[in-house]
């Protein structure tokens, strides 16, 4: 495979049930980001890493954490999920340290959480 | 705080020009990107811009006024499929991308 790859494609979950999505890549990009999309409101950043071993918060980190173990791997999970935490997960990823490039996306994973 | 603006909806006949707009204001500046999204997928990169000018890439051009905290992405000859979102993005300070909402383009025949 080239890119990223994200699992589940889309997940309905139970209010208060714990969650873990997952995106690895095969670009040996050393930064990685989990951004959320709802409608009207642009994406937004929840948790990133520049590089293997290291986290930091977005914008939106309550209720999410992740971790990054590895260069390919940067798993997000919801610990309790709740119904505002319903939308579409995008995971990317890019070389970090030069401002011009770009992020690269994964498929997305379509989150309902009732 | 930090704010990128983009129109809502657009539409464009088939054949013709179009512009879509972005004003930002953020906590620094390190570069201003447009991404495509096609309904149900993901983002994918169109253009960057960290001078002030036009950058052309076939069909598509985008521009960068950094002293208006202005962008413009213009798209020529529309073509049926590019009936999508178009996303502006900064990254500011933090080499972080901070995203406008998107502007949906719809193409007429």
């Known amino acids: 495979i080239a890119g990223i790859t994200q699992a589940p494609t889309s997940q309905i979950l139970a209010a208060g049930r714990r969650m873990t999505l997952r995106c690895t890549q095969d670009?040996?990009?050393?930064?990685m980001y989990w951004y959320r999309q709802d409608l009207g409101l642009g994406l937004r950043l929840i948790h990133y890493?520049?590089?293997?071993?290291?986290?930091g918060k977005g914008e939106v980190p309550d209720g999410y954490s992740v971790s990054r173990a590895n260069t390919d791997d940067f798993p997000l999970t919801l610990a309790s999920a709740v119904p505002s935490q319903t939308s579409v997960y995008f995971c990317?990823?890019?070389?970090?340290?030069?401002?011009?490039?770009?992020?690269?996306f994964g498929p997305g994973t379509r989150l309902t959480v009732l | 705080g930090q704010n990128i603006d983009q129109p809502t909806e657009m539409t464009a006949t088939e054949g013709a020009i179009v512009q879509i707009n972005c004003t930002y204001q953020t906590s620094g500046f390190n570069g201003l990107f447009w991404y495509q999204q096609h309904a149900g997928e993901a983002p994918t990169f169109l253009s960057y811009n960290v001078l002030d000018g036009l950058e052309e890439k076939g069909r598509f051009s985008s521009f960068l006024s950094r002293s208006k905290g202005y962008s413009y992405l213009l798209l020529k000859e529309l073509q049926m499929k590019d009936s999508a979102s178009y996303l502006c993005a900064v990254r500011d300070s933090n080499y972080q991308l901070i995203w406008g909402a998107g502007t949906k383009l719809i193409i007429k025949p």
């Open positions: 890493s520049n590089t293997a071993g290291t986290t």
């Open positions: 670009m040996r990009h050393n930064a």
């Open positions: 990317a990823s890019s070389e970090f340290g030069e401002a011009g490039n770009e992020q690269f």
